[in-house]
């Protein structure tokens, strides 16, 4: 008898187990309507096109020097206009496929940070998720040549960067910048 209550309870536990996976090829889960962050970004962006949003212009109407440079340059991606979760969503995505962003014009504000290593600096815009308990940054070298520290702003300090999205390897590694960038 005790066997045969031990075969119907793992028969039931089978099929309990079967029953709450997702049908195979599968992926999302019963509340997800499909929509990627590429997605949504790229829905948010054509929103702007279509409503003939114009907030950077604006903007660069209002500001001079780099921050109008900023501005004023056509983007392809704009962190500025997402949420701290979404931006740190897609700066984690850029890292980590940055094939699909290679030469895409990139806006992105964060805190500023450098290091030095290899005889060289290297500055980063960083950026923290919403609970600020993980940061992403990426890399970027200025269009302008400036002198450091003179020129740039304390460690720390919020700044917006535009440019464009590229790869690079040292040693065994890659690791993702933007170049040719306008810093505010």
């Given at each position: 008898?005790?066997?045969?209550?031990?075969?119907?309870?793992?028969?039931?536990?089978?099929?309990?187990?079967?029953?709450?996976?997702?049908?195979?090829?599968?992926?999302?889960?019963?509340?997800?309507?499909?929509?990627?962050?590429?997605?949504?970004?790229?829905?948010?962006?054509?929103?702007?096109?279509?409503?003939?949003?114009?907030?950077?212009?604006q903007?660069?109407?209002?500001?001079?020097?780099?921050?109008?440079?900023?501005?004023?340059?056509?983007?392809?991606?704009?962190?500025?206009?997402l949420?701290?979760?979404?931006?740190?969503?897609?700066?984690?995505n850029?890292?980590?496929?940055?094939?699909?962003?290679?030469?895409?014009?990139?806006?992105?504000?964060?805190?500023?940070?450098?290091?030095?290593?290899?005889?060289?600096?290297?500055?980063?815009?960083?950026?923290?998720?919403?609970?600020?308990?993980?940061?992403?940054?990426?890399?970027?070298?200025?269009?302008?040549?400036?002198?450091?520290?003179?020129?740039?702003?304390?460690?720390?300090?919020e700044?917006?960067?535009?440019?464009?999205?590229?790869?690079?390897?040292?040693?065994?590694?890659r690791?993702?910048?933007l170049?040719?960038?306008?810093?505010?």
């Open positions: 008898m005790k066997k045969v209550i031990c075969i119907i309870l793992a028969a039931l536990i089978c099929m309990a187990i079967a029953g709450c996976g997702a049908p195979s090829g599968s992926r999302q889960s019963p509340g997800n309507q499909g929509s990627s962050v590429d997605d949504v970004l790229n829905e948010r962006m054509n929103e702007g096109k279509q409503t003939g949003d114009d907030s950077s212009g903007a660069a109407k209002e500001t001079s020097g780099d921050t109008q440079q900023a501005n004023a340059v056509p983007v392809d991606i704009d962190l500025t206009k949420s701290s979760t979404m931006v740190y969503s897609e700066v984690y850029m890292v980590n496929e940055p094939g699909t962003y290679l030469g895409k014009r990139v806006r992105m504000k964060g805190s500023f940070a450098y290091g030095e290593g290899n005889g060289r600096y290297y500055f980063a815009c960083i950026i923290s998720d919403a609970t600020a308990c993980c940061a992403q940054g990426i890399e970027f070298i200025l269009k302008d040549e400036r002198s450091f520290p003179e020129e740039y702003p304390a460690k720390g300090t700044i917006t960067v535009v440019g464009i999205f590229d790869t690079y390897m040292e040693g065994k590694y690791y993702c910048q170049i040719d960038a306008v810093m505010e």
